[in-house]
């Protein structure tokens, strides 16, 4: 019964920390209202698509550059709550809470109450990252889980097509190992790497022996939650595919070297923020325990492989067979990806720690009489830099400026009934006037999928603006291309915009407002 208690007042905790300042810290990310402009609309009028796209590719009508679980559900969201930053998060912080709690669960199924809930304490407390505007805590699984992406859906259907699979082999039904295949799919319907949970699932099938029909049930499950997507996808092939090849590198299927190359850049995934001094891994003492991962997991590899026990198995195959397939196949390295990891890693650090403490490690390791103090010394650490970090990421609001001001000031400067023409990091708060993003003349003009492929005059006498909004990311890109600034320059001399204001914000940088006479 104490471990129900803790889980439940960790599950508080997480609560508590995570809806605090939660429209305002971190400050808007990118993506965030891209995919919540996706969900907007699919709230209004069931067309999952944004208009800030229009003009290329469809993406008004059909948006594939994300899978749609994300969108899906902040649109219910958004339909209850309004369109709002917060409304839109609050949707991924719920999935966190469904995360830790599959966590407690895959840790509690297979070695017991108290692996679970020390899972869910490392996944809260264990800082494992150096900081950044988006890591503002170091916390993965916090932060995270504060930012309206689908980061956090891939590990709730992952986890739960886990723990499909170990009921499936202990009841031997076949609907089972249907359910669990059907929920990997969904994980992919998150993002398509939440696919690598079907390996996962494949790979146990076949490390436990247990049948040609159990991988077959297991893959018609999932065939049965993929086939509405990929109908929608046929409807529109030639859309899908000028939308996906926006990034022609993210997919070079075909070629050694970007698998070679995947796998060499794969150490960045993990480093964000260090930028190449390993030394400052030192400096914090969660950074350096992350030392346990390997050797908890090795340690695992062994009892799995070994002992044959079965629920080693289940726990060092997505342990090790994620990360392995993260470095072959995925080109992007987003830190943020590896929170579907994270809560199996806990688990076995958690399985490693308790055995540990219970002085029960393994029979070729004695004495016993290090080991309370050693996992002593190593909770306190990791307990006070957590509560150290929590406490930054609670005070982060006092110097992070909040969104809505910031564009209220933007505002200011905008005629009625204007069509704008900015990065889509600032629909929100400008999502009733005809908004366009960037993006859409830029790809318009240098996309290989661009159809047809138009001047950068031409893309922006397409877009037609009378509204031009200059922030500091437009002005690194015209820096860095010096031709693009000048055909920018005369295009708006020609068109007739003239500066009619400037907003300066130490979060969101510096903006100019060009309105056209």
């Not at 905790?13 to 305002?24: M, P």
């Not at 109908?231 to 926006?246: A, H, K, N």
């Not at 390997?294 to 990360?323: K, N």
């Amino acid at each position: 019964m104490r471990y129900y208690r803790l889980l439940i007042g960790f599950l508080l905790f997480y609560w508590a920390v995570s809806l605090h300042g939660l429209a305002n810290v971190p400050h808007v990310q990118g993506d965030e209202p891209w995919l919540a402009s996706a969900a907007w609309k699919l709230a209004n009028s069931g067309v999952l698509g944004s208009d800030m796209f229009s003009g290329f590719q469809r993406m008004d009508e059909r948006s594939y550059g994300f899978m749609p679980l994300q969108p899906v559900a902040v649109a219910l969201a958004l339909r209850l709550g309004g369109l709002g930053l917060f409304q839109a998060r609050f949707v991924s912080v719920l999935m966190g809470l469904l995360v830790l709690a599959l966590t407690c669960a895959l840790g509690k199924r297979l070695s017991g109450a108290a692996v679970g809930v020390t899972a869910v304490a490392l996944l809260l407390l264990w800082r494992t990252t150096t900081l950044t505007p988006m890591l503002i805590s170091g916390v993965l699984f916090v932060d995270v889980a504060r930012i309206a992406r689908y980061d956090m859906f891939v590990p709730v259907f992952g986890l739960t097509a886990l723990h499909g699979y170990i009921s499936a082999h202990r009841q031997g039904e076949w609907w089972r190992y249907m359910l669990a295949g059907g929920l990997a799919a969904l994980s992919a319907l998150a993002n398509v790497y939440g696919a690598f949970w079907l390996g996962v699932l494949l790979i146990l099938l076949l490390w436990n022996r247990e049948g040609w029909r159990a991988i077959l049930f297991l893959l018609a499950g999932a065939a049965i939650v993929w086939s509405p997507y990929v109908l929608y996808i046929w409807q529109d092939i030639p859309s899908w595919r000028g939308q996906l090849l926006v990034y022609p590198s993210r997919y070079e299927l075909l070629s050694w070297r970007w698998y070679l190359l995947n796998i060499v850049r794969e150490p960045y995934r993990y480093a964000p923020g260090l930028g190449g001094h390993v030394w400052k891994l030192f400096a914090r003492p969660g950074l350096l325990l992350l030392l346990a991962v390997p050797l908890s997991l090795a340690l695992l590899t062994g009892r799995a492989i070994w002992r044959r026990e079965w629920a080693a198995r289940v726990l060092v195959t997505p342990a090790l067979l994620l990360p392995l397939l993260f470095a072959l196949l995925i080109f992007s390295k987003y830190i943020n990806y590896l929170v579907t990891i994270v809560p199996v890693w806990a688990v076995a650090v958690a399985w490693i720690g308790v055995m540990a403490w219970q002085q029960r490690p393994f029979r070729w390791i004695r004495p016993y009489h290090w080991t309370r103090p050693l996992v002593t010394t190593i909770a306190i650490l990791i307990l006070l830099e957590g509560i150290a970090r929590h406490r930054a990421l609670w005070q982060a609001g006092l110097s992070i400026h909040p969104y809505r001001p910031f564009i209220g000031q933007v505002r200011q400067y905008i005629p009625d009934g204007a069509r704008i023409l900015g990065s889509h990091a600032f629909w929100l708060g400008l999502d009733d006037f005809a908004y366009r993003s960037w993006f859409v003349p830029l790809a318009q003009h240098q996309a290989a999928s661009a159809d047809p492929r138009l001047s950068l005059p031409e893309a922006l006498t397409a877009v037609d603006p009378s509204v031009i909004l200059v922030d500091n990311g437009i002005q690194r890109m015209w820096t860095a291309d010096p031709n693009m600034a000048q055909l920018m320059a005369e295009w708006m001399a020609d068109a007739g915009f003239e500066r009619q204001g400037v907003v300066v914000d130490a979060t969101y940088g510096r903006v100019e407002i060009w309105v056209r006479r």
